[in-house]
């Protein structure tokens, strides 16, 4: 039977030029190089250069996915950015990054779940495709997460870092099948009783402030691994595949140990799990497509191969994804 699936047919990236080492925090914060790598994995992450805004990262991820798609930003019909670190209240972010690119007059908004953000925003913009409501979607994780953080709390210091990533998706027919190209199936979730554990302390309708990033780690943490695993399962099932047959596993960049603890619940080699968190820290909705990205650049990712991508974060939020590429 002929179906219309949603393809990832463009891929981009875009991290700030600014490098800010563990041992930058350590002159600010009572922390260590050795301790954020030993119960993080990272090494280093990217700060935005004042004045730089989310939107700026944005529209350098979406010209380079743009690029690769070989698209036009006038083919666009949909731009979607899933960012918790808007340029502004309002408008949203996508409708500037329109702005900016030269996007013609189209559907543009933001999609807020935080580090769930982009498999958010992905779900969102398979309904557009795939129902033929959009034939060349834009769809972005950018985040200036440094903006938000407290630097005198070492707990959540020194775990983000700012940069974007994008995603074209183009309509392709397919025989309704795991052999074909496109997105194959989804689980989301929220669990808003778990709000306490990971939020901002600040908001437009709340204090009128921004906040600070607030988070019990611990628990978080534990509440990543376990419950990461029935969405993964739950999406793997609506794909019509098992888990173990992805080419690919690109999760949320939080921590490396919740990578590999996530990746052993599933039963996934750990050879197959691109971690870019060494080097990125975590940078929330932006971290997926910076990972994908990456894997592409350096020739893991290759077309037809299985890929599963997934993420948690404030709400809680949390989700996951199928998709061939
Ligand atoms: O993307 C959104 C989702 N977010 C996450 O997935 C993050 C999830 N959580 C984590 O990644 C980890 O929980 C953290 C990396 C945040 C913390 O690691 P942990 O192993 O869970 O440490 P902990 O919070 O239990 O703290 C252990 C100790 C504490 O000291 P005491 O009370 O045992 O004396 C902390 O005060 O480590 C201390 N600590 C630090 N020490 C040096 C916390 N942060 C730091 C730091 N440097 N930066």
Avoid at 22 to 42: F, H, M, P
Avoid at 115 to 131: E, H, I, K, M, N
Avoid at 300 to 325: H, N, Y
């Amino acid at each position: 039977m002929s179906v219309i699936r949603t393809a990832v047919t463009g891929v981009g990236a875009y991290l700030p030029e600014q490098i800010v080492t563990n041992a930058d925090l350590a002159k600010i914060v009572e922390t260590s190089d050795e301790w954020i790598q030993e119960r993080t994995g990272i090494k280093e992450r990217r700060r935005a250069a004042p004045g730089q805004c989310t939107s700026d990262l944005a529209v350098e991820a979406a010209r380079e996915a743009l690029a690769k798609a070989g698209k036009t930003p006038a083919d666009v019909d949909l731009v979607i950015v899933a960012t918790t670190t808007p340029d502004l209240t309002f408008p949203a972010t996508a409708a500037i990054v329109q702005r900016k690119l030269g996007v013609p007059v189209c559907p543009a908004f933001d999609v807020q779940a935080v580090c769930s953000g982009f498999v958010y925003a992905l779900t969102v913009a398979d309904g557009f495709v795939a129902r033929g409501h959009a034939r060349c979607a834009l769809v972005i994780g950018a985040e200036t997460m440094t903006r938000l953080l407290d630097y005198a709390d070492r707990g959540t210091c020194v775990l983000f870092g700012d940069g974007a990533g994008a995603f074209v998706l183009e309509p392709v027919e397919g025989q309704g099948t795991t052999a074909d190209r496109g997105m194959l199936g989804f689980a989301l979730r929220a669990d808003g009783q778990k709000q306490d554990l990971l939020y901002m302390d600040g908001g437009p309708s709340s204090t009128g402030t921004v906040g600070h990033l607030r988070m019990v780690g611990a628990q978080v943490f534990r509440h990543a691994v376990v419950n990461i695993a029935e969405a993964v399962e739950a999406a793997a099932a609506q794909a019509g595949i098992s888990v173990p047959d992805v080419d690919w596993f690109v999760p949320h960049q939080a921590n490396q140990r919740i990578l590999q603890g996530v990746a052993h619940r599933l039963g996934l080699d750990e050879n197959k799990v691109i971690s870019t968190v060494a080097l990125h820290a975590n940078t929330s909705a932006a971290s997926i497509p910076l990972a994908f990205a990456e894997g592409i650049a350096d020739g893991r990712i290759k077309p037809g191969q299985l890929l599963l991508l997934e993420a948690m974060g404030g709400g809680f939020t949390w989700g996951a994804c199928v998709l061939r590429l």
